[in-house]
């Protein structure tokens, strides 16, 4: 079926209709912009596309009186309703509207020799920062799922396997609370629970099914989480939970000396005496950046050992991540952070 233009402005002449058998000839011109009508679906060009206009004079067989064809509406029904009927050449209805018409090679010559100059070819500039390509994609950009109300860039394959984690995951990470919790700390309605290696069964199949997520996502396949001697910290907002923490006894920990995104990991032959490991930290993606990680790290050092209120220097992290690396050299004061072995 071949595709019918689109009308965005009729001129009607009355004065010079036919008459011819109770049926009436009206001259018409068509104004058409950059629209197209294929198979009944109207398709308008994307904004970059140039705009091109054709005007066409078409006649049009109505059985109108030509009073009623001063009125668009009943002609414009039975143009509709005769589109599919009518017969048109390709130069009256088809042209050239996501690409410009070629031109020969003689029509560049003449019109090269008739100006004396070539015109160049202008192309849009691209920011620099642009990090994600616009293949064309039905939907781009950074969405929110309507379901899990996650934030990711749709496009961004890495954010695009965090939703999908996560919106398989959602019910584990919603969270309408316990009898007798333990709440170590509360801000607004945002609350701390802890949790110890020795609470109900309940309680503990919760922070393994979260920790399951969680190592998916930070990657850690070859270290399963185990409850043993763990001290867990789940941070809950709006009855999810957004982040957790997961603390365990240490003895020694190693200064890091080399924190770069770009470097690899050294730490120092010298061992320091500390009390506390971070086995594991995680904050979801969408409420990085909003004091979670601190206010778990807080904790930590306030509830780890019961009286006795933990100083950074005895507090040693665990394989961080890139991410890991950066909010340990902010919330240390200092890139060269402990760290611990298993």
Known sequence: MKPKLSIFRLVLNPRLTERTNNFFRVPVTISVRTALIVDGTISITP?????????????????????????LAPLLDEISNNNDDQKVTDDETLFPVFYHRKESS????????????VVKKKFK????????????????GVVQCPECLFLYHLGD????????????????????????????????NDRIIQILANDSKVWLKRVHDVMSV???????????????NTQTYLYVKNRLIVGCIVAVPASLGYRMLTSGP?????????AYPIKCGIFRIWV???????????????????????????????????????????????????????????
Not at 262 to 270: A, I, K, R
Request: charged fraction near 20%; charge should be positive; hydrophobic fraction near 30%.
């Open 47 to 71: 904004y970059y596309v140039n705009t091109v206009s054709l005007t066409t004079n078409v006649n049009f067989i109505t059985n109108c009186s030509p009073k009623r064809i001063k009125n």
């Open 106 to 117: 003689s029509d560049a010559i003449k019109n090269t020799k008739a100006t004396g100059s």
């Open 125 to 140: 500039k691209i920011s620099k920062d642009q990090m994600i390509l616009d293949a064309g994609q039905k939907r781009f």
């Open 157 to 188: 394959p890495s954010d695009e396997i965090i939703h999908t984690n996560y919106h398989q995951a959602i019910h584990i990470f919603r969270f309408q609370g316990w009898k007798n919790e333990r709440v170590v700390a509360t801000n607004n």
């Open 214 to 228: 969680v190592d998916r996502e930070l990657g850690h396949y070859d270290e399963p989480f185990k409850a043993e």
């Open 262 to 270: 770009n470097e690899g990991d050294f730490c120092s032959e010298t």
């Open 284 to 342: 979801s993606a969408n409420h990085r950046r909003q004091g979670v990680g601190k206010a778990l790290m807080d904790a930590v050092k306030s509830h780890f050992i019961p009286g006795h209120p933990l100083d950074n220097s005895e507090i040693a992290m665990s394989s961080p991540t890139l991410m890991g690396k950066s909010f340990a050299s902010k919330y240390f004061g200092t890139p060269n952070y402990l760290v611990y072995f298993l």
